[in-house]
């Protein structure tokens, strides 16, 4: 069965400071990996997505993450947090074989920065 | 492109009512995903469909919850006799088919069970 564990369930950073939100995944198949967003009273944004090209991905407003298959993970990164990221963060895991495309998420990761 | 919509927003009712939601996904997409989101929680899968059909539920889906989306377009969820336990965000979310990795989730439908 596919599952993902997001380490921490709230990370605290300066405005400035480098953003590192953590995820680990467990999938006997190759998987597809997401990072979403979320504000608020909103629903989830997706930030980017792994799915199996360069191990390096680049998404939205400045974020980052890298798949490391060695270390199941596929953690977030942004160099400098502005005020604005503070939300709740999701990673989430879809088994490449699954037609459906559902998503498997993990327990999230709020971010708050401090001015 | 107008985004997936969903109403109402906020949903109040007593214990063992029913209720109604309603999804309208981004209208080329005929793929439609439903989620339930609790406090503190991730989204959990419940159900999916490619058009009209539904192909996939969770066992999330108890017998008091029945999903339609009879042409394919939008889709309603209902729950019978509500219990404080099925108090949740209710999410749902739309792709196309060839692409369900990029799935476009609207803002939600609180339900809130007294």
């Known amino acids: 069965a596919q599952s993902v564990t997001q380490l921490g369930s709230h990370v605290s950073v300066s405005e400035g400071a480098l953003v590192l939100l953590r995820c680990n995944y467990s999938?006997?198949?190759?998987?597809?990996l997401f990072w979403y967003v979320q504000y608020p009273n909103q629903g989830l944004q997706l930030l980017l997505k792994?799915?199996?090209?360069?191990?390096l991905v680049k998404g939205i407003n400045g974020f980052e993450a890298e798949f490391k298959k060695s270390e199941t993970s596929f953690h977030l990164t942004k160099p400098s947090a502005h005020m604005s990221d503070a939300a709740e963060y999701f990673c989430?895991?879809?088994?490449?074989?699954?037609?459906?495309?559902?998503?498997?998420f993990g327990q999230g990761t709020e971010l708050s920065v401090k001015p | 492109d107008t985004g997936v919509s969903q109403d109402p927003r906020h949903k109040i009712t007593k214990r063992g009512q029913n209720v109604t939601f309603r999804c309208d996904p981004i209208?080329?997409?005929?793929?439609l995903y439903w989620y339930r989101q609790t406090l503190g929680q991730g989204p959990e899968f419940l159900t999916y469909?490619?058009?009209?059909?539904?192909?996939?539920k969770s066992r999330l889906l108890s017998d008091r919850f029945s999903a339609e989306r009879p042409k394919g377009s939008f889709s309603t969820l209902e729950i019978q006799r509500t219990e404080q336990g099925d108090s949740a965000m209710y999410l749902c979310?739309?792709?196309?088919?060839?692409?369900?990795?990029?799935?476009?989730f609207g803002p939600g439908t609180r339900l809130t069970v007294l």
């Open positions: 979310a739309s792709s196309l088919a060839r692409a369900p990795d990029t799935q476009y």
């Open positions: 999938s006997s198949v190759p998987p597809y």
């Open positions: 792994y799915t199996s090209a360069a191990t």
């Open positions: 989430a895991v879809s088994p490449v074989l699954s037609q459906g495309g559902k998503l498997i």
């Open positions: 209208s080329e997409h005929n793929r």
């Open positions: 469909f490619q058009n009209e059909a539904q192909l996939e």
